[in-house]
């Protein structure tokens, strides 16, 4: 079964720095784009950042020159470099992938809890 395990989310002051993991496992053919979210509460889940398999990346205004998306493709893995955290960064953080199997499906990790205390 293909899943994705997301890891590294807490509670940091603001200005601190968080760096999340997110390992796809099972049997696939491969990984395509990924990308992180993010949910406030009372909030829409968006976009945080997004890398291709190529390493072209993108990322939301609110986090650029602040976080780095970067991916290990031997280890399956996408990470989320977070520094200069401010409390607004609070949320539940998302990772998703475009996994291949037969045909390509769009997986998402379970999430994990990302605090920043003023």
């Known amino acids: 079964q293909v899943q994705l395990v997301e890891s590294g989310g807490g509670l940091v002051q603001a200005g601190g720095s968080l760096r999340l993991s997110c390992a796809a496992s099972g049997s696939f053919r491969g990984l395509d784009d990924m990308a992180w979210y993010r949910q406030a509460p009372g909030k829409q889940r968006e976009l945080v950042a997004s890398?291709?398999?190529?390493?072209?990346?993108n990322y939301a205004d609110s986090v650029k020159g602040r976080f780095t998306i970067s991916r290990d493709n031997a280890k399956n893995t996408v990470y989320l470099q977070m520094n200069s955290l401010k409390p607004e960064d609070t949320a539940v953080y998302y990772c998703?992938?475009?996994?291949?199997?037969?045909?390509?499906?769009?997986?998402w990790g379970q999430g994990t809890q990302v605090t920043v205390s003023s």
């Open positions: 890398i291709t398999s190529g390493g072209s990346t």
């Open positions: 998703n992938a475009v996994i291949s199997l037969i045909y390509n499906y769009l997986y």
